[in-house]
């Protein structure tokens, strides 16, 4: 281990004769290759104990890794009945976690409203009971969640909650009024929801064109679910019934990006600059990723994903150029200032990070974007080598593993 004595502190392993507490863990389901976890030999199967002595399936981690200086992982390993303890500088390891849906709903009795994560993990597993115990969890903030959100000016509730209660309502067998709400939802709070739950909107307008016998519809709203989230056992499942060819879905992978598009800094740096100058500044085999945010500037997925990207890049940053977001969204509305904290922690942090604005909007056109974040990446010849989102550390160590070992791809240019 010496040489990754950069990312760990200490690694102590003790054999241990009973089975701990693992409801409260998190199960690793996937390592990232060439990440710490790896390094670590960490596999699936192994369990996530806890992150700082707290129960790692009812914390965030993203807030202790940009809030602590160290932080301390304790894992459990099955097959050699093992603790694994590990001291690291606020390390994101790149591993994925399957969380039992007991410490889901745990979580929202917890932290309140947290997340739109837990109800999609409890969706994806069909367990409706859970889901409806975590709509109510949700439902009822502690006292301290309910003063900080007075403080913060964030409200209870809102549109994912409702947006979850309508889908539990059509597998309760309410269909015709909450398929009717669902569509409501989609309408008003469109660039507010996250990719998951776009995903969702799409799967249930396809479930009642189905109903209707409506195949044209069924397909094009299936298609649209997987794109939004072809990672869903679910969504894959009935992707296969709509006979959706799931290599259609993800075509941005190989597509040259059309460097002529000028900006103007908002963050990051001062007038005009061309995307083409971006590209230009880029050593050879650095991949640059970029969030694209249409319409908007804010919004939850945004924020969390700005979390991970604050405790991550300066572990990644050999191979991984700074962030930059692209918005047509210039101004900052005063009563809206608060809303922008995430962006202003990660530049306070000493972590770079560009916003640029683009006064026409044609970008989120001409890419054909309709919601946000969108993430990609794209090599110093503006090719899009990844596609997959940059919403947790494991796919920014997926990313710079891809950039070690770059794959190859047809090159596409847009008109």
């Known amino acids: 281990m010496s040489s990754h004595s950069k990312w760990f502190k200490a690694i102590k392993k003790t054999r241990i004769s009973h089975i701990p507490d693992i409801e409260t863990g998190g199960i690793i389901e996937k390592v990232a290759p060439g990440s710490p976890a790896e390094k670590l030999f960490l596999k699936p199967g192994y369990v996530l104990l806890s992150v700082n002595g707290h129960a790692a399936a009812t914390i965030e981690i993203n807030d202790i890794l940009i809030t602590e200086s160290k932080v301390f992982y304790t894992f459990y390993c099955p097959m050699d009945s093992m603790i694994i303890e590990v001291k690291t500088d606020a390390l994101p390891l790149g591993i994925r976690v399957i969380s039992s849906s007991s410490s889901i709903v745990e979580k929202y009795h917890k932290l309140g409203n947290y997340s739109a994560d837990g109800f999609v993990a409890l969706w994806e597993r069909e367990d409706y009971e859970g889901l409806k115990a975590a709509i109510e969890a949700a439902s009822k903030d502690p006292l301290a969640i309910k003063l900080f959100k007075k403080i913060t000016g964030r409200n209870g509730g809102g549109p994912v909650s409702e947006l979850i209660q309508c889908i539990y309502d059509i597998e309760a067998g309410r269909g015709a ?4 709400i669902l569509e409501s939802l989609a309408k008003t709070y469109s660039q507010k929801y ?8 799409h799967y249930y307008q396809g479930i009642r064109a189905h109903m209707a016998n409506d195949w044209t519809v069924f397909e094009e709203q299936i298609s649209q679910a997987y794109k939004y989230q072809n990672e869903s056992g679910r969504i894959n499942k009935i992707s296969e019934l709509a006979n959706i060819q799931s290599e259609g879905c993800t075509s941005m992978f190989g597509r040259v990006m059309p460097a002529h598009y000028g900006f103007t800094y908002l963050e990051g740096g001062n007038g005009d600059v061309m995307l ?5 500044d880029l050593d050879a085999g650095d991949i640059m990723p970029i969030c694209f945010m249409p319409s908007c500037r804010i919004n939850a997925a945004y924020d969390e994903a700005l979390k991970v990207y604050q405790s991550i890049y300066q572990h990644v940053d050999d191979y ?13 509305d005063k009563a809206l200032t608060k809303q922008f904290t995430h962006e202003r922690q990660v530049i306070e942090a000493g972590v770079p990070l560009i916003v640029l604005h683009e006064k026409m909007a044609h970008f989120a056109a001409d890419l054909e974007i309709k919601s946000a974040p969108i993430f990609w990446a794209v090599n110093k010849a503006g090719s899009v080598i990844w596609d997959s989102g940059l919403e947790d550390a494991y796919k920014y160590w997926d990313l710079r593993s891809k950039a070690l070992a770059p794959i190859s791809a047809p090159e596409y240019r847009y008109a």
């Open 194 to 201: 996250p990719a998951n739950l776009k995903a969702l909107i």
């Open 320 to 332: 991984i150029a700074p962030l930059v977001v692209i918005t047509d969204v210039q101004r900052k």
């Open 276 to 280: 083409q100058d971006l590209l230009d």
């Open 177 to 180: 009024r909450s398929f009717a």
